[in-house]
């Protein structure tokens, strides 16, 4: 988890400077594909991806290691052709993976959070899952452990193929001739991500697009069918967390409310969107009909919010840079305390962007329980070993979010509500 950690601490930096350049291109050609609330919440599911990822949160079905140690017909040694092939296997298993989770009820719940933006940009490729607790990925990696790939070189490939499919993720670059049939490019990801009807479940491949050629899920974008973005069931909030388990809720609401005892086990393995009969006829979900007339998601926003949430993302985003930073100094109990931190500030703001007042109490009690810690123990987490007077920054960073929870709930809100009436 160490190494990990160390990972993102450059990772991190690169992609908000790819975003950052995303961005600025897009004002001065005056094509902009960003809206500030639907990218901070985009940014802010990736900052709790990458923190569960290096809390370890969540259980492993089975490792590679442990699949290569007792399947293993040989021991081959890391070669180029092996980091070739290995890498091959890998974007094989990506596919299938990413197949399943399109097609089963279950297992989109973990990757809806990828499709909910109603923008398409590289900051939605950092829309990733926390819901995804049970790791089984190393599953679809068995004939690469048949054949004895050793586990550095897995190790090593998979954070690069993740990576890898970050840059697909924009608006700005078209066609790309010949690569179009060799790799994933911005055109075949554009289909992927919207919800025409031509363009549903198409294009799963991950880094090549050989698999969506062999098994029939390609589809080439269309010049007279301009992809449409999110999902066919809005998720109706900027809130990560929210998003994240949102599909799991209604399939837990919907098995509990079935009289059908066969349909309270079969729905969580039925393909994605299907409902029990009883239940989708008495309890009918907002599902959009005609992609192209739809009520995108939006909430009141002044400039001095948008620049207030602007400025608790990059707070977020630099302390989790100073815990990878200090990864070890800071212990386990530490990064769990640290981590918990980190999910409740996530979850404050970005409720408070969905304008509910719910998100005023949150803050409070977030604020006030870092100035006790702050004050108790005069330090952050040993910041003050790295930056003079670092306690105090963190302490004043709390302050900011309680006066800013309670500006934006109550004297904002209730501005922004008086001049709405006015101009109607």
């Known amino acids: 988890m160490e190494s990990y950690a160390t990972a993102l601490l450059y990772a991190i930096p690169f992609f908000i400077f790819l975003l950052g350049i995303e961005i600025l ?3 001065f050609v005056k094509n902009q594909k960003h809206k500030v609330l639907d990218t901070v919440s985009s940014i802010s599911s990736g900052l709790t991806n990458i923190l569960k990822d290096s809390l370890g949160l969540g259980v492993i079905i089975v490792s590679y ?3 290569l140690e007792h399947l293993a017909l040989t021991e081959i040694k890391a070669s180029w052709l092996v980091w070739v092939v290995a890498f091959i296997v890998i974007d094989f298993a990506g596919y299938w993976n990413h197949r399943l989770s399109h097609h089963i009820n279950f297992f989109w719940n973990q990757h809806v959070i990828h499709h909910s933006s109603e923008e398409f940009n590289l900051a939605c490729a950092l829309r990733q899952s926390v819901s995804n607790l049970i790791g089984y990925f190393p599953l679809f990696l068995i004939h690469a452990a048949v ?3 050793p586990t550095k070189v ?5 954070p690069i193929h993740l990576f890898a499919q970050f840059w697909y993720h924009t608006q700005h670059i078209r066609k790309m001739g010949w690569l179009e049939y060799i790799i994933v490019t911005p055109s075949q990801h554009r289909v992927h991500h919207a919800i025409n009807p031509e363009y ?3 294009n799963l491949g991950q880094v090549l697009c050989i698999w969506d050629r062999l098994f029939g899920t390609f589809q080439e974008e269309l010049a007279e069918v301009p992809p449409q973005y999110g999902v066919l069931k809005p998720a109706r909030t900027w809130n990560p967390l929210l998003i994240n388990f949102q599909h799991i809720w209604h399939l837990i609401k919907d098995a509990w409310r079935t009289e059908n005892y066969w349909d309270k086990v079969r729905i969580w393995f039925m393909p994605t969107g299907w409902r029990p009969a009883d239940v989708k006829e008495n309890y009918p979900l907002d599902i959009i009909q005609d992609v192209y007339h739809f009520q995108r998601y939006r909430t009141k926003a002044s400039f001095a919010f948008k620049g207030y949430v602007i400025f608790q993302m990059l707070a977020t985003l630099i302390l989790l840079l100073f815990m990878f930073y200090n990864y070890s100094e800071i212990g386990f109990n530490g990064l769990l305390l640290f981590g918990a931190f980190v999910f409740m500030g996530i979850y404050g703001y970005t409720t408070l962007m969905d304008r509910s007042k719910i998100a005023v109490w ?11 810690l ?3 123990t005069g330090d952050w987490f040993g910041i003050n070993s790295q930056v003079t007077g670092g306690g105090y920054f963190v302490a004043m960073y709390f302050v900011i979010t309680i006066i800013g929870g309670i500006y934006f709930t109550y004297m904002e ?12």
């Open 154 to 158: 897995i190790a090593i490939l998979a």
């Open 362 to 372: 949150i803050e409070l009690c977030r604020g006030v329980l870092g100035l006790f």
């Open 147 to 149: 054949i004895g790939v």
């Open 200 to 202: 549903i479940d198409k």
């Open 413 to 424: 809100r209730e501005s922004l509500t008086a001049k709405a009436v006015l101009k109607e």
């Open 374 to 376: 702050v004050f108790r």
């Open 65 to 67: 290691p442990y699949l």
């Open 25 to 27: 291109y897009g004002y």
